[in-house]
């Protein structure tokens, strides 16, 4: 069985090989190594890369794999190591070499090609297979913006060609999809230089299919006993300090604002204010569990390097819940959301997912919030739900947040890449440091166990893969415009304008397009906007009060009665319908 990590691991080195002798002794190698699908490597080189050069690279990592060089392995003391890549002018491998706490390091060789590594790697060249280099892209040093500007080959490789592709013409269907590119495109969204980067201006058609979603997840929550709340956008910075976010995250967030002598910080996250909540009356247990939902808007810092259309921002909407519930309450909420979270994701059209369950390390528990007890409990909590639920899951040890284990669900869209989907985290931190009390059954105060659990998560985040899930073209229950009234000459505006009328008091969001274009240019402009119904209107279909309808996909269906037409399109509103018809 092929190790395909292996393998593009050793492509790396031979793109790195293949870079020096395309561009001489003046280029600096960084690192290089394999990732989901593919490879990559840094360089700070002589000039910038064009396309162009990408080809010619490829021809020389050809020959490279032709000749069948062998990958040898040496460990070599560090001062040694140190000495030979500062000989070749490899001053970021120097700096490798010095934050390596062994004493002893190891490189690879291929040919005359030498290389700071750790391994493993192929038996040689000629064993990594089909490759492709895809694309140029900056990348600071080790992440730092402070540090310089390398220039990164992004590359793939697959055990045989017909493997490779079918990558590459997944890679195309992607592109296809690329929500940024469709969301110019459709008038969803945009980000301005002027208002600042990983900020989204949402534009009317991307707002509506949000405002959608925002209706439907409220009405969801309400009717599961949910109640909503609302909270600022910035609070006191003793807020984040008490709940040990300013120590821990505090390079995810912005700058703390003085206003009357005191700091106040924009929201990263919506907790503490709920906690705040929470404390703002004497609880009993009678009380609980008390589950509070808010479609919340956040402000973390992202480093501009991984800012990506709406897919990673620095303003975001969560749909943020928190239940506080008795221990004994615990499995039964958790079951609960777990519930609610596939009733979203089906309803959204993503019907496959893998489930994580995040725990703690058991070799290093002092890594961890609270005993074994509490741990154990919660624990226990989460794959009983997860049992009875019938949801496989993978248990992932030592990946839980220090406050407690969780739920992670990715799901996969319809090129069945993995995106982040719901989570469910149980925390006993925040009620131990904001000093959480309710009074029990036995009039002594007892701690709540606190619930984190999105379904939705990050509503930029959501909406950007639920564009590429569907490639633009929404359920018709999502879509920002349903139908499009045509009429056939300007004296059959009079009677689209009656259609539109009638559509809107049904509920159904239509305009009517009466430029002076021709109606097969206006048909396929409709179809161009993913807008699900077409609908023509000339002599015959006044005459009987009738529309000729087209669906997106091409599809003709002819004349169908206005009201027979609104019985369907509300059908399929009110049904959430995946499909057109």
Request: with cysteine; hydrophobic share 40%; glycine share 8%.
């Amino acid at each position: 069985m092929v190790d395909l990590e292996k393998m593009r691991h050793s492509a790396a080195h031979v793109l790195a090989q293949a870079v020096v002798q395309y561009l001489g002794s003046t280029v600096k190698l960084g690192i290089g190594p394999a990732i989901e699908d593919g490879f990559y490597y840094d360089f700070e080189l002589p000039r910038s890369l064009a396309p162009e050069d990408l080809r010619e690279i490829e021809k020389l990592m050809s020959r490279i794999v032709e000749a069948d060089l062998p990958f040898v392995r040496e460990e070599l003391p560090k001062a040694e190591a140190r000495k030979l890549f500062a000989q070749l002018a490899q001053t970021y491998k120097v700096e490798l070499i010095d934050d390596i706490p062994d004493e002893v390091v190891s490189v690879y060789r291929q040919g005359d090609f030498v290389d700071l590594c750790r391994g493993p790697h192929v038996e040689s060249t000629g064993k990594i297979g089909a490759f492709k280099l895809l694309s140029v892209a900056g990348a600071y040093w080790r992440g730092d913006s402070d540090r310089p500007m390398l220039q990164r080959i992004y590359g793939t490789t697959f055990p045989t060609a017909e493997e490779l592709q079918g990558h590459l013409e997944r890679l195309e269907e992607a592109g296809r999809r690329d929500h940024r590119r469709l969301g110019r495109e459709l008038d969803l969204f945009s980000v301005s230089d002027e208002v600042g980067p990983g900020l989204i201006l949402w534009h009317p058609k991307g707002a509506m299919v949000r405002k959608v979603i925002e209706d439907f997840w409220r009405a969801e929550h309400i009717r599961r006993d949910y109640d909503l709340v609302n909270t600022p956008h910035v609070g006191r910075l003793d807020l984040w300090k008490t709940s040990g976010h300013w120590d821990w995250y505090r390079e995810n967030m912005f700058p703390p604002m003085n206003i009357d002598d005191q700091e106040y910080l924009l929201k990263p996250m919506n907790c503490p204010f709920h906690i705040m909540i929470y404390k703002s009356d004497l609880r009993s247990y009678r009380d609980l569990p008390l589950r509070w939902g808010e479609l919340g808007t956040v402000y973390r810092y992202e480093r501009s390097g991984v800012l990506h259309g709406m897919l990673r921002v620095r303003g975001f909407t969560q749909d943020d819940a928190h239940i506080f519930c008795q221990p004994d309450q615990l499995e039964a909420e958790i079951v609960g959301v777990i519930d609610l979270a596939q009733y979203m994701m089906q309803t959204f059209g993503y019907d496959r997912y893998d489930v994580e369950l995040s725990v703690r390390d058991p070799l290093r528990k002092e890594k961890y919030v609270g005993g074994d007890e509490v741990w154990e409990m919660a624990e226990g909590a989460l794959i009983r739900a997860l049992e009875q639920k019938g949801v496989p899951f993978k248990r992932m040890e030592g990946e839980a947040k220090f406050y407690g284990p969780a739920i992670d669900i990715k799901v996969k869209d319809a090129l069945g890449r993995p995106w982040q989907g719901p989570t469910i985290q149980v925390d006993f931190n925040l009620p131990e440091r904001f000093d959480m009390e309710y009074v029990g059954a036995d009039g002594q105060r007892h701690r709540p166990v606190m619930i984190h659990r999105a379904v939705l998560g990050a509503l930029e985040r959501f909406i950007g893969g639920l564009i590429e899930h569907y490639a633009g073209a929404f359920p018709v229950w999502l879509a920002p415009v349903q139908a499009v009234v045509i009429p056939i000459a300007d004296r059959h505006l009079p009677y689209a304008e009656t259609v539109l009328a009638r559509l809107s008091e049904a509920g159904i969001r239509a305009n009517v397009d009466g430029r002076r274009e021709k109606i097969n240019y206006k048909i396929r402009e409709a179809q161009l906007q993913k807008i699900p119904y077409m609908l023509v209107v000339g002599d015959q279909e006044a005459s009987v009060q009738a529309v000729a309808v087209r669906l997106r996909s091409g599809e003709n269906l002819g004349p169908i009665g206005v009201e027979t037409l609104i019985e369907k399109a509300v059908s399929q509103m009110e049904s959430r319908s995946l499909k057109l018809s």
